[in-house]
Structures are given as structure tokens and as C-alpha cells.
């Protein structure tokens, strides 16, 4: 019974809990699973870094994450190094124009990420898959959210 009440205590930040006896129910542990939880993801979409900006656009998706470093994926930055600069927006100085890639990481729990909290998740890549100069159509045939 001790086991189950420190299981209770430690579950109750995310789940609503219900002991009758010796049987644990868990209610309303949807946080467990789902867009709140930190989950491995292979995503393509559009890249852009700037001035309190580090923004990643997912195909298929309404909303941006904010991508933490792109410490893990060196040849991200080598690519970039090799674009001609583009103005930023509040004329603070220039950036690399977008890019189109394909990586994966770990995007985490839903919240409010980012400059301000104004991105949902999290994405902190681990590999680069492809990269190359942002097109028209880019995301047309993409399938994935």
C-alpha cells in the first residue's frame, strides 16, 4: 500500500488518481501520451535563424517550433555559412535566408517555447538528413504533421 500511495504522489502532477484497495486507477492520463510528451520525430520543413529567431516552420502544421541549438548538426551550419545573407526583419543585421530540411530530434511536451513563448514545442535536432535552398513547393507532396 505504501508503494502505490508514493506511485499516487508522484503521478498526481499529470494524472488524476483513484485508489480503491489495492488497485490503482489512473483517470485522465492523456498527458502521457500524445502532443505532451517528448516523442523522436522525423519532420521536413522550413528553417530560419535570426534575430530572436530560431524558428522551425513543419510541413503540414499551423503552428512554428522553436528549435533550441543546432549545436548537434554542424553541416546545418556549414550550409548556411555558405548562402549569400539576407536583411533581417528589424534591420539589426542579416541572416541566412530560409532553408528547406529534413532532420530529426526530439520535440518536446506541448507548452510556450521560444522569443516570448510564442512556439508550442520544442525541437532539438540531432541529425540532418538533407538540406538545400528553400523552393515554391516544398512542403506540396509532404504527408507528415
Known amino acids: ?3 502505490i500511495r508514493a ?3 508522484n ?5 488524476s488518481c483513484v485508489c480503491s484497495g489495492t488497485a490503482l486507477l489512473l483517470v485522465g492520463c ?4 500524445g502532443p505532451n510528451r517528448e516523442v523522436m520525430v522525423e519532420v521536413q520543413g522550413h528553417y530560419v535563424a535570426g534575430f530572436e529567431s530560431s524558428g522551425f516552420a513543419p510541413c503540414n502544421s499551423e503552428r512554428g517550433w522553436w528549435v533550441e541549438s ?5 553541416e546545418l551550419r556549414r550550409f548556411l555559412s555558405t548562402l ?3 536583411q533581417g526583419p528589424y534591420v539589426i543585421g542579416t541572416y541566412p ?3 528547406f530540411v529534413r532532420w530529426r530530434g526530439v520535440r518536446s511536451r506541448k507548452g510556450e517555447y521560444g522569443h516570448l513563448g ?3 514545442y520544442k525541437f532539438e535536432p540531432r541529425a540532418l538528413v538533407f538540406v538545400r535552398a528553400k523552393g515554391e513547393n516544398d512542403c506540396a507532396s509532404s504527408s507528415q504533421r
Open 1 to 3: 500500500m505504501q508503494r
Open 7 to 9: 506511485i499516487v504522489r
Open 11 to 15: 503521478t498526481a502532477k499529470v494524472c
Open 30 to 33: 492523456r498527458d502521457l501520451l
Open 70 to 74: 543546432t549545436d548537434a548538426v554542424p
Open 84 to 86: 549569400p545573407p539576407v
Open 97 to 99: 535566408p530560409p532553408v
Open 118 to 120: 510564442a512556439m508550442p
